[in-house]
């Protein structure tokens, strides 16, 4: 019995969620999987939600569109309001529990990935009052509702720049839906040049692959 | 002589816009000429990156109305020309488009559908379905071939310059927003490879030779003195339109023998209706399927002869009536229960046509 996988990933524009989407349909497509990308984001250039949905399948996928979602990632606070909708009784829902604030894109930081140049990352973190007001707003039906500190941890520990591709390792591990092997060699495919320039790229992405992975381990 | 873009068949996995710049360049196309407006935009970015590759050329207009009559522009002059559009670009190509039917012009112009009215949404809608079948001041003389997948979205381009050229009738690809931006698989192929012959282009205008004495005047007009000149030119072009339109109807269709309910669907919604009837006939209940490829011309016999055993037709889109009302149009007479689910602008999904039906 082939099982159907619905991924919706949202975050702000330049957080990198396409990114991680396009790598997650490629890995599966490589795989010999079925697999479905649909990128969707407003009329903005730049600043929005930008939200992806990915479907794998072992069979050829039907709609394009669906309605509840296995896994939703959301990664700005306007994000999980945006992506409640596709929230069921079977849904895992995972929200990044050190975004308080949507991220402002800076026009001085084109082509910098939006976390970099996210106002909050030289803000102090003071958490207390804004991650009640924040909690109120998470889903109320899902299946498991899961915070990851992703954005500190990217911050802090790696680096901002494979904050999306510790997201990637989170979905990986969340949906079982693909071997870290084939993810791995999707990244390669899609960085494997910059990697060959600056070979400690590699090891910073895979390791921020892997500590995505055990973050949601640890909550599951 | 640039070697072929494809050779032998090859799986791909890659956005629809993708596909269709692929599939012009398979098909021979030899100049694109466009306006940038997404969600097509990608289109003109794939085509100007591989057409230097092939000799093949590109132009870029100052808008949509010229967009449209460049791509005639490029017929006229013997060149396989096509153009890419949605949304209010669609609108503006609609005064070409209309004078591509009136001169008989052949041009390709793919339809990435977005939201509307307006502006509206960069993302996804059928609501451009009464524009690329009857849009402009006429009788809507032209061809739409309404896609599901990016395999049709490669299939339907490579045949849409071969029913242009061969009928001389502008020709629509109608995609949408899902499917320009959306990635999946399929399999390209070099269409001669396959045995499908590619119609030749030939120049209108600018013939060699003394006109008259050399060769037939070529004298495409469109604009007549009297009702009774514009008569004798709408008839001639009704003859020719219907006169081809079995040639060029096509379309599917799933489970309809003994269904009770007939679902009426097109383009990406028909994955969705075709999801539905699956799981409908599990749980034993007797549903079909029926979706025109072509909007226009219709299949319009198929279609009488997919739902007249049925109890109800069940009509979805992604608009707020615009392909019903042709279905009703076209089912004229014919007494059975017509139920719709409309929703303009979003997707529809396969568990809403089954609660939809089961109520």
């Known amino acids: 019995m082939s099982k159907l996988y619905k991924i919706a990933l949202a975050g702000e524009g330049g957080q990198g969620v396409q990114s991680v989407a396009n790598i997650l349909a490629e890995a599966a497509n490589d795989g010999g999987k079925e ?12 600043g929005g939600v930008s939200i992806a949905y990915v479907q794998i399948d072992d069979k050829v996928i039907g709609s394009p569109k669906f309605k509840t979602a296995d896994i939703v990632v959301a990664l700005s ?18 929200y990044d529990s050190s975004t308080l604030q949507a991220a402002e894109i800076d026009d001085r930081a084109i082509g910098i990935q939006g976390v970099e140049a996210d106002p909050r990352s030289q803000r102090p973190t003071s958490l207390t009052d804004d991650e009640a007001e924040f909690t109120a707003t998470l889903p109320t039906n899902a299946k498991a509702v899961i915070g990851i500190p992703a954005n500190d941890i990217a911050k802090n520990e790696l680096h901002p720049r494979v904050f999306n591709i510790m997201i990637l390792g989170a ?8 071997p870290i092997e084939k993810i791995k060699e999707a990244i390669e495919l899609k960085l494997g040049s910059k990697f060959d320039a600056k070979p400690e790229l590699r090891e910073l992405n895979f390791k921020a692959l892997e500590r995505g992975m055990n973050l949601v381990d640890k909550v599951l | 002589m640039a070697q072929k873009p494809i050779q032998g068949e090859k799986k791909v996995f890659m956005t629809g816009n993708e596909v269709c710049a692929w599939a012009a360049l398979a098909a021979k196309a030899d100049i694109m000429y466009g306006y940038p407006i997404t969600p097509q935009n990608e289109i003109m970015h794939y085509w100007t990156r591989l057409a230097p590759k092939f000799d093949r050329k590109f132009l870029q207009t100052e808008d949509e109305i010229s967009a449209g009559f460049t791509t005639l522009g490029g017929t006229l002059a013997g060149k396989k020309s096509f153009s890419a559009t949605a949304g209010p670009g669609n609108t503006l190509f609609q005064e070409p488009m209309s004078m591509a039917e009136m001169m008989r012009i052949p041009a390709v112009v793919v339809i990435m ?20 079948t009857f849009g402009g001041n006429g009788e809507g003389w032209r061809v739409v071939y309404s896609t599901a997948s990016h395999q049709e979205l490669y299939d339907y381009t490579i045949k849409s310059f071969n029913t242009a050229w061969k009928y001389r009738f502008p020709t629509f690809v109608l995609g949408d927003g899902y499917q320009a931006k959306m990635r999946e698989s399929l399999t390209m192929y070099d269409p001669e490879e396959r045995g499908i012959e590619l119609v030749k282009p030939e120049a209108t205008l600018g013939q060699p030779g003394m006109p008259g004495v050399d060769r037939e005047v070529q004298y495409p007009r469109n604009t007549y003195n009297t009702e009774e000149e514009l008569y004798q030119r709408n008839m001639e072009i009704a003859r020719d339109f219907e006169a081809a339109a079995p040639e060029i109807v096509e379309h599917e269709q799933f489970n309809c023998e003994d269904a009770d309910v007939v679902i009426v669907a097109h383009g990406v919604v028909t994955r969705a209706a075709q999801a539905a009837v699956d799981q409908l006939r599990k749980d034993g209940l007797k549903v079909g399927h029926f979706r025109p490829i072509t909007l226009r011309p219709f299949p319009v016999e198929e279609m009488r002869e997919a739902v007249k055993n049925a109890k109800k037709i069940l009509v979805v889109e992604s608009a707020y009536g ?37 109520g």
């Open chain 1, 35 to 46: 697999a479905i990308y649909i990128p969707n984001f407003g009329v903005e250039q730049r």
């Open chain 1, 77 to 94: 606070d306007r994000s999980i309001e945006r992506t409640k909708r596709y929230v069921g009784p079977n849904t895992v829902f995972i």
């Open chain 1, 171 to 178: 979905v990986i591990k969340a949906t079982g839906v693909l």
């Open chain 2, 113 to 132: 559908q977005r939201g509307g009215p307006s502006t509206a949404t960069v993302i996804y809608s059928q609501q451009e379905v009464t524009m690329t």
């Open chain 2, 322 to 358: 615009q392909f019903t009302k042709q279905v009703k149009e076209y089912l004229y007479g014919m007494t059975t229960e017509l139920d719709t689910l409309l929703k303009p602008g979003v997707g529809i999904t396969s568990d809403e046509i089954i609660k939809h039906i089961k």
